[in-house]
Nanobody
Framework: QVQLVESGGGLVQAGGSLRLSCAAS????????MGWFRQAPGKEREFVAA????????YYTDSVKGRFTISRDNAKNTVYLQMNSLKPEDTAVYYC????????????????WGQGTQVTVSS
């Protein structure tokens, strides 16, 4: 089981940027698919971005393409989400997730989750 801790959330004005980090413990991080999900008040958790174990494949939901970038540093056991041109509709709690064999959009296939970090974008 991979233990995950997110950081980097906060309050930012529309058009601003934030970089989220997700630090993982455990020797299996370098072989795990990683994902970022978010959940706004009153809404279901939704997929944001994912990256394969090698970093060679990345996936994004349409609403963040061209604005968000997912990356990972396996030497540091850390995955990042660089968020640019933020919009008020990006406001949510952002969660990092890990999967032993999967790096796609389905949250049910991620077995490890962090506690979440709040991102608030003001207009």
């Amino acid at each position: 089981q991979v233990q995950l801790v997110e950081s980097g959330g906060g309050l930012v004005q529309a058009g601003g940027s934030l970089r989220l980090s997700c630090a993982a413990s455990g020797r299996t991080f370098s072989s795990a698919g990683m994902g970022w999900f978010r959940q706004a008040p009153g809404k279901e958790r939704e997929f944001v971005a994912a990256i394969s174990w090698s970093g060679g494949s990345t996936y994004y939901t349409d609403s963040v393409k061209g604005r968000f970038t997912i990356s990972r540093d396996n030497a540091k056991n850390t995955v990042y989400l660089q968020m640019n041109s933020l919009k008020p509709e990006d406001t949510a709690v952002y969660y990092c997730a890990a999967s032993k064999y999967y790096s796609g959009t389905d949250p049910r296939r991620f077995g490890s989750w962090g506690q979440g970090t709040q991102v608030t974008v003001s207009s």
